[in-house]
């Protein structure tokens, strides 16, 4: 043994060194014991550790332990070497603790167990949190050591909770619980019921007595029906209610005749018994007010006219309201829109008082538009100048109808206006341009309108000359098909034609296949003829009979509409129109009258005495005759006065002849 000694104390601190994981102590010596390497002792499995901060009452730490090995016995500081079993060698088991002495057998007893205290009435119970369970269940206190070799140890702590000194309630004991109160039996019979307990009222409230009802006397028997053996018994016939007498006062008042009291009525009224019913006072039927004049003296609704009739529309009522307006006297633009259309339901005649106020008082700036120096203008500067050009016209004229309520829009495109002339034959079309804007409002019917508020507020006679006032209504009532003819809209959605048609730029710009149209003078508008209807609708004729497709060239023209009344609604009684030509080489002039059926007018002449070519055929109208209107002159009359009295004219239409 003493020769092996120093060789087990340096085996032992090497694997003090290697081993420093293990966690029990190793013993100081070591015996040789030869037993089954089977049998071999296994190490416990080292659970890992946890930080946490120290808990009073543990083991202390010292400063000279090794790894995670608490403090135990030293000598001289340093712990004892492990014994290290090898194959073949025998190694001393620790003895194991002796156990602890058995407790002494309990005595029986004979006493009863003490009962526990009454339970506390169960209120607002709140649990508790645990104190015991806040700490965690094992901690371990590692620190750095003073000493120079700067291990770490650890220190272990156990919580009530796993030493099994957990706190547990009281045993639950019935008898501690309060009583139950009795159940209330069940509604039954009387014997069931419990007793009502009085109570006493309160002095503010008074007793009222209250009585036993009155028994209902019971009716007396009746008596059994008796076999009727004669003929059965008639009821009388049922009278009819009687009338009550009516009041005077609903006596006629604007009632049908038939609701009016006669002596049949006053008869049969329901007079007292004994009365007699000649004694009641006549109605006095001659201060009885006349139906018919209370009717006739109330004001008759006009039926509005329809739209599809713009030409022989009334406008009366909107153009002489319109011209009440001065634009000096216009404070604002609401103002003046609001007091336009105030009087008017119809947004048909709502949109022709702003066109003829307009009219009144919007000029042309000739000035701006011959010196090239026109301006963008909006329409509160063109309500203070008075001064526009088409632009001006049309945005001022959708700025006042907005605001009174229509839908209007300003539309831009080419308008055949001052300036135009027609292409000669055979030049080419020019390319698509923009040079006039006007209106698109939507009238009666939700119909949409073109207007030119621009052309029909006057003429423009050209540079240096003033500007024209002249009101022609025509660009307001005119269909959009023939609005079409000299208005071309860049946004093809608004041409509004009644047939859905779009025309394209080739066909608008030439016309009629690149001829000149007849030459047609301001007239016809005044006397509401139509300038579409023209015959023949070119401006050239042919004097040559081969260029003629008949022996005779018809001249005819008509009215716009056929409810167009000269009376109504033009200047009075319709004038004698008559064509003047030149005869047979244009050495013979004659004036020849127009045949008529009130709505449309036509002659017919041979080509030859048309006159000869250069010469122009034109179309008057008798203006005077011997000194007075020529205005309802007949065929007859003017056939009797012809180079007998003194005639003057004034023309309507123009050709010329090749």
């Known amino acids: 043994m003493s020769e092996e000694s120093p060789q087990t104390s340096i085996q032992a601190r090497i ?102 205290p009454p339970r506390r009435p169960s209120g607002n119970l709140a649990r508790r949190d645990s104190t015991e369970s806040i700490s965690s269940t094992i901690s371990n206190i590692s620190s750095i050591s003073g000493l120079s070799t700067g291990t770490a140890r650890t220190s272990t702590s156990r919580t009530p909770s796993m030493s099994g000194d957990r706190m547990v309630p009281p045993p639950f004991s019935p008898s501690s619980l ?78 049908p005749e038939s609701e009016s009291t006669d002596e049949a009525d006053i008869k049969a009224s329901n007079l007292p018994v004994g009365s007699v019913a000649a004694g009641a006072p006549p109605v006095p039927m001659g201060t009885r007010p006349d139906l018919s004049k209370l009717q006739a003296s109330k004001p008759k609704p006009q039926a509005a006219t329809p739209t599809s009739c713009m030409l022989c529309r009334d406008f009366s009522g909107p153009d002489t309201h ?27 005649d709502r949109a022709r008082a702003i066109f003829t106020w307009l009219h009144h008082n919007i000029s042309y700036d000739v000035d701006a538009f011959f010196n090239h120096t026109v301006q963008p203008s909006t329409p509160a500067s063109t309500l203070s100048t008075g001064l526009a050009v088409c632009e001006g016209y049309a945005g001022l004229f959708t700025a006042i109808a907005t605001i009174a309520g229509l839908e209007s829009v300003v539309v831009g495109g080419h308008g055949k206006g001052y300036g135009f002339s027609a292409l000669p034959p055979g030049a080419p079309t020019p390319p698509e341009q923009s040079n006039h804007a006007w209106n698109a409002v939507k009238i009666d019917h939700g119909e949409w309108k ?89 401006l050239k004729i042919p004097v040559a009979p081969s260029k003629h497709s008949g022996p005779t060239v018809r001249f005819q023209f008509e009215r716009v509409c056929e409810h167009w009344d000269p009376i109504k609604h033009g200047a009075g009684k319709p004038y004698i129109f008559i064509l003047a030509i030149h005869g047979v080489d244009g050495r013979e002039k004659d004036y020849v009258p127009f045949e008529t059926n009130g709505f449309c007018w036509w002659v017919d002449v041979p080509p030859q005495k048309l006159g000869a070519p250069g010469q122009t055929i034109t179309i008057f109208t008798v203006d005077t005759i011997g000194g007075g209107s020529g205005r309802g002159l007949s065929l007859e009359e003017y056939r009797l006065s012809k180079g007998r009295k003194a005639m003057s004219f004034n023309g309507l239409a123009a050709w010329e002849l090749v």
């Not at 001065?326 to 609001?338: H, K, M, Q």
């Not at 660009?475 to 071309?488: A, R």
């Open 15 to 116: 694997a003090a060194l290697n081993l420093g994981h293990v966690g029990r102590a190793p013993t100081r010596t070591a015996t040789v014991i030869e037993e089954d390497p089977s049998e071999r002792p296994r190490f416990d499995q080292r659970s890992n550790s946890i930080n946490v901060a120290p808990t009073l009452g543990l083991h202390s730490i010292s400063k000279d332990g090794i790894g995670n090995e608490p403090g135990g016995s030293k000598r001289n500081g340093v712990l004892p070497p492990p014994t290290i079993a090898r194959t073949g060698q025998a190694v001393s088991k620790p003895a194991r603790p002796a156990p602890p002495p058995r407790l002494p057998p309990r005595t029986p007893s004979s006493q009863p167990s003490p009962s526990l």
């Open 178 to 255: 309060p009583l139950i109160p009795p159940k209330r039996p069940t509604r039954g019979t009387d014997k069931q019921r419990m007793p009502l307990k009085g109570a006493k009222s309160t002095p503010s409230v008074t007793t009222v007595e209250v009585l036993p009802p009155r028994p209902t006397p019971s009716l007396p028997p009746r008596t059994p029906a008796r076999e009727s053996t004669g003929p059965a018994r008639r009821l009388p016939p049922e009278q009819p209610p009687t009338v009550p007498a009516k009041s005077p006062l609903s006596y006629g008042m604007n009632k």
């Open 322 to 348: 319109a011209a009440k307006f001065p634009r000096e006297s216009v404070p604002s633009l609401d103002w003046l829109a609001t007091q336009l259309v105030a009087p008017f339901s119809s947004m048909t």
């Open 450 to 538: 073109l207007i030119d508020s621009c052309w029909g507020a006057g003429n423009v006679n050209g540079a240096g000359q003033p500007y024209k006032k002249e009101f022609k209504p025509r660009h307001f009532t005119m269909s959009n098909n023939e609005f079409g003819l000299c208005h071309f809209s860049t946004n093809r959605s608004q041409c509004f034609r009644t047939d859905g048609r779009r025309v394209t730029w080739e066909e608008y710009f030439t016309g009629n296949g690149g001829l000149e149209k007849v030459r047609i003078f301001n007239i016809t508008e005044s006397e509401g003829l139509s300038d579409t209807k023209f015959l023949p609708q070119h």
